[in-house]
């Protein structure tokens, strides 16, 4: 029943996320300013996701205004979340809301966290040390693809708890 609700509450989080906004509408007297380049920060480096490869323990995932988290502790899925972190760096898009926390722990120490972005546009993480924006990488393909998978599946399981009995 826990997993059910879970799975429900992460389809209605992305389905809210998806939903195509109305773009809004400038007046037509005034010109608009050029859009400044977004700033970009470095990768992560190499020697670190290494290590979260080899050493990671533990990865948790934290949603912001939705009531629920998720903990990963196998070291299959822990490496899978690794994987999920694209080499290359992303620009910080001030448009972009964060979908929530993520951090990467070795034996309970927290060696890596910060927000991540999933939603049209806007898929990358953005890391922090000292509570100071250090690193922002793109989400893998592999990473989209397992959040849309995730999404389908909960979308499944929001119809078959809405079907009568």
Same mark, same amino acid.
Request: with cysteine; aromatic share 12%.
């Given at each position: 029943m826990?997993?059910?609700?879970? *799975?429900?509450? *992460?389809a209605?989080?992305?389905?809210?996320c998806?939903q195509?906004?109305p773009?809004p509408?400038?007046?037509?007297?005034?010109?608009?300013?050029a859009?400044?380049?977004?700033?970009?920060l470095p990768?992560?480096?190499?020697?670190?996701?290494e290590?979260?490869?080899?050493?990671g323990?533990?990865?948790?995932?934290?949603?912001?205004?939705?009531?629920f988290?998720m903990s990963?502790?196998?070291?299959?899925?822990?490496?899978?979340?690794?994987r999920h972190i694209?080499e290359?760096?992303?620009?910080?898009k001030?448009?972009?809301?964060?979908?929530?926390?993520?951090t990467?722990q070795?034996?309970?120490d *927290?060696v890596?966290?910060?927000?991540f972005f999933?939603?049209?546009?806007c898929?990358?993480?953005v890391f922090?040390?000292n509570r100071?924006k250090?690193?922002?990488n793109?989400?893998t393909?592999?990473?989209?693809q397992?959040?849309?998978?995730? *999404?389908?599946q909960?979308?499944k399981?929001?119809?078959?708890m809405?079907?009568p009995?």
């Amino acid at each position: 029943m826990k997993q059910s609700i879970f *799975i429900f509450c *992460i389809a209605v989080m992305f389905a809210a996320c998806n939903q195509d906004k109305p773009a809004p509408t400038a007046p037509a007297a005034q010109p608009q300013p050029a859009a400044a380049p977004a700033a970009t920060l470095p990768s992560v480096p190499l020697e670190l996701m290494e290590k979260l490869w080899q050493e990671g323990t533990q990865v948790d995932y934290i949603f912001y205004n939705h009531p629920f988290t998720m903990s990963l502790t196998e070291k299959s899925a822990v490496q899978h979340a690794v994987r999920h972190i694209a080499e290359t760096p992303a620009p910080l898009k001030p448009e972009c809301k964060a979908l929530g926390r993520v951090t990467f722990q070795i034996k309970g120490d *927290i060696v890596l966290e910060g927000d991540f972005f999933f939603s049209a546009g806007c898929t990358y993480f953005v890391f922090e040390k000292n509570r100071v924006k250090t690193y922002a990488n793109y989400m893998t393909d592999e990473a989209v693809q397992y959040f849309n998978n995730q *999404i389908q599946q909960a979308m499944k399981m929001q119809q078959q708890m809405q079907q009568p009995q």
